[in-house]
């Protein structure tokens, strides 16, 4: 089996990608100058995946299943893989978000032998009632670690302020009650679901070599017959839940998140459409905008105030965030400009300077080993393309932009949460 070689010209750079025969994505990004390698190996299986198609079966898990599975992988019968990463120097994680979950390494030295552990931990599950239960006290206290953060809970809180249904409005970690739930069947019947290698994607950045990954591969991955996985997601309205939210934790000064929830889809957007929303967001919300210097003139908002785009199956949403004194009369500003933007659109200059701007982001990212490796692994997950979104930029009009507002920030379909303190 061999690479097919990817490159582009404005980016400068190229990388390697193979379905391997395994069916495993083989993608190796490698990175002159650069002496540390970064790897991650993702399976597009995430909190929202609580209900789903296993071949011709529906299947319903507890809430935080994926979050619980991310820490039992770990554990084999030969030991804990952190163990094993510690010999090689190797420093090792994992995260679970909504949609995926990633394990990674990064490492100077000892690259084969960390690979290794990386294919050999996602390989050999081990779940036992007694390992199990034992994660359930570790993964509580981390999940009340979660509900004493101000921060997570401002945006749960938001998430649960804008969607009726969708479990996006669902801790990532579950609660206490659900874990409880869990038991060693239910975590192998996840495993065999979606941690299969048809539904799995590996990317190495950094200071890697195609031939030695694929030797690594070829040598430890162990072939997977493909399975049929479907994720059921419940109906969404589009109007939001509420329009406010609020709850009283120990802050100086009040957090805020501001959604704009949007149509759901059962589609991920594509990278026109991402690409004419960052444009969107920056130009009218950027450090460079009138807006947010208004804001910052009177005082409403700091340095720690800015914009996402929430998307995935079934969920859409632009997300504001910040600090203040007044959380309700940023949001009411907000919603005013956001008024006026839908009667004017956005305007020529502004347009073309925010264009620059997200596209300097976009080649500044391509320095950073995590971030290729994360952009890789969405991608193939999603259907977009890395090199693709680069050049998509270059042909973005004025009137995608003003068309792709339409469908965005509706000043009436919004939720304001607020974490502030007594």
Known sequence: ???????????????????????????????????????????????????????????KVPDGTAHYLEHKLFESEDGDAFSKYAKTGASANAFTSFDMTCYLFSCTDNFRQSLEILIDLMQTPYFTKETVAKEQGIIG??????DDSPDWRVMMNLFQGLYHNHPLNIDIAGSVETIAEITPEILYECYNSYYNLNNMVLTVVGAADPAEVLSIVDE????????????????????????YTEQIMPVAVPLFDI?????????????????????????????????????????????????????????????????????????????????????????????????????????????HKQSI??????????????????????????????????????????????????
């Open 220 to 243: 430890k991955i162990k072939p997977s017959a493909d399975v049929q996985t479907s994720l059921i997601l419940p109906e969404e309205p589009y109007k939001v839940v509420r329009g």
């Open 373 to 422: 490796a994360s952009e890789l692994i969405s991608g193939e997950f999603t259907g977009r393309s890395i090199y693709d979104a680069v050049d998509a930029v270059a042909d973005i009009t004025i009137g995608d932009v003003n068309e792709r507002l339409e469908k965005q920030l509706d000043a009436d379909n919004c939720c304001l949460s607020v974490v502030k303190g007594e």
């Open 1 to 59: 089996m061999e690479f097919t070689k990817i490159e582009n010209k404005r980016v400068g750079e190229h990388y390697f990608r193979m379905k391997h025969k395994s069916g495993l994505t083989v993608i190796v990004y490698p990175k002159k100058g650069f002496n540390s390698t970064y790897a991650s190996m993702g399976t597009k299986f995430g909190s929202i995946y609580s209900q789903f198609m296993f071949n011709g079966k529906k299947v």
């Open 259 to 367: 959604g704009f929830k949007e149509d759901s889809t059962d589609k991920y957007a594509t990278d026109k459409e991402l690409i004419c929303t960052s444009i969107l967001l920056n130009a009218f919300l950027g450090e460079s905008s009138a807006l947010y210097r208004r804001l910052l003139d009177k005082k409403l908002i700091n340095a720690s105030f800015g914009h996402e785009y929430a998307e995935g199956l079934g969920y859409r949403s632009v997300i504001l965030s910040g600090e203040s004194r007044d959380p309700a009369a940023v949001s009411e500003i907000i919603s005013e400009a956001v008024r006026e933007l839908h009667r004017n659109g956005l305007s020529r200059e502004d347009f073309e300077s925010s264009k620059r701007v997200v596209y300097g982001k976009m080649i500044g990212g391509f320095d």
């Open 141 to 146: 206290q981390e999940i009340k670690m979660y």
